[in-house]
Structure formats: C-alpha cells, structure tokens
C-alpha cells in the first residue's frame, strides 16, 4: 500500500513565523503536491512536484515556497505565516500525470495561525 | 472556466438506507472522473475511477455512474453503514499538454449516517 505521510496532525503558530511543513512518500512516486482545503471549497493545489529539484506553480502559491530535495520528501514553507493561511493541509504523490494519474493522501496537518 | 459543482452540500440518512449524491461538471477537455471518500482528520480516498467510454463503476457498496453528454455523475450508496459517515469529493481530471493532467476538485457532500 501507497503510505504518504505528513510530520504534524495539528500545528499552532503565530503570525509572522516560519513554518515547515513535510511530506514523505514510500512508494517511488515521481510526482508529489501540496494542498490546502477549506470548509466549502474543493482543495486547491498549491504547489507540485514532478522530480527532484522541480517546482510547479499551482493555483494558489502565493505566500509559500516549497522544497523537494529527495525524492520521497516535499516540504511547504510558509516564510511569515498570516492568519489566513490557517487552514488544512494535504500532500499527495502519485506515479504518473496522465490519464491514470491516482493521487494518494497523506492523512492532513491542521495549521493553525494566531 | 473548469468547474465541479456537488450536491447536496450535506445528507443525513438512517443506517440501511440508500442515497445518491450528485456531481455537475464543465472541465475540458475531460480526461476522467473520480470519486473519493474523505473520513474526518484523514486524506481523500480512491473509490472509483471513470474515463469518458464508461458509464457505470462498482466498488462493494458503492456505484459511480457517469454521463459524459449532460456531463454529470452520480455516486450511489446501498444499505449505508456507520461508516460511511463521510466527505465524498468527486474529481475531474482534465487533458494538459505534455500529459500533467490537472485535477479539479468539487467541494464535496457531507454524509452523516445515523443509527
């Protein structure tokens, strides 16, 4: 079974500060992707990754930068978190982008900013 | 604009009952559509999977339909169970050049299924 796994369930900080959140994927996966979902919307893709040291902007990257220096592990940085980045976060990695382009889930890093 | 819109936003239904939750879709050029379950504090999961020749997917208790001419889906749940007290977000995956797919993502249905 595909396991991605995500370093934090629940994260408070405080407006202003830097926040890493990290991604880790175990089954190879080329392409990996940062989300944030909000009550009433669909998840918004902020960032992804199709290799190593690739970035892609997705529909919401502005405010976060993203890291992919190994292949299993894709990190989001909020480099001066604001209130309004409060929100759940949920990485993904699938193995193609095409037609069959499954994405599997970790299980989400609630953030919370004050 | 490439859009998925779901309906209703939220279901309660008594245990043993049936229900049917709704998906409307502009994406373009349509490539294929998924339904995902979403258990609270967890991340979506892969219930079926749809390109545009199929009309119909079963996965145990759990059938997506598709209608790529009114370009609507819909998935059926029978005899629901406690546990499927969830978020259920349909996805509609759209043709990119260079084959980076891009997902669009519905805001999905709440079901709460009760005793």
């Known amino acids: 079974d595909v396991k991605v796994t995500q370093s934090s369930r629940y994260l408070v900080k405080r407006t202003g500060e830097k926040v890493f959140l990290e991604c880790v994927q175990d089954?190879?996966?080329?392409?990996m992707f940062w989300y944030r979902q909000d009550p009433g919307l669909g998840l918004r893709l902020i960032y992804f990754?199709?290799?190593?040291?690739?970035?892609e902007k997705g529909d919401i990257p502005e405010g976060y930068s993203v890291s992919r220096e190994k292949k299993e592990r894709f990190s989001l940085i909020l480099e001066s978190a604001s209130t309004n980045q409060t929100s759940m976060y949920l990485c993904?990695?699938?193995?193609?982008?095409?037609?069959?382009?499954?994405?599997?889930f970790g299980p989400g890093t609630r953030l919370t900013v004050l | 604009k490439n859009q998925v819109e779901q309906s209703p936003q939220s279901l309660i239904i008594l245990e043993g009952k049936n229900c049917t939750l709704q998906?409307?879709?502009?994406?373009?050029?349509?490539?294929?559509l998924r339904w995902y379950k979403q258990d609270t504090g967890r991340g979506p999961v892969s219930l079926t999977i749809?390109?545009?020749?199929?009309n119909t997917k079963s996965n145990g208790r759990y059938t997506a339909t598709l209608d790529a001419d009114t370009k609507q889906s819909s998935l059926h749940i029978t005899a629901s169970q406690l546990s499927d007290s969830a978020s259920y977000i349909c996805v509609v995956s759209a043709s990119a050049p260079g084959g980076y797919n891009k997902l669009i993502f519905g805001a999905g249905t709440r079901l709460a299924v009760h005793p």
């Open positions: 089954m190879d996966h080329e392409n």
């Open positions: 990754s199709y290799d190593v040291k690739m970035k």
């Open positions: 993904a990695s699938s193995l193609f982008t095409g037609d069959y382009n499954e994405q599997f």
């Open positions: 749809m390109t545009f020749s199929e």
């Open positions: 998906c409307n879709y502009t994406v373009s050029p349509f490539s294929n």
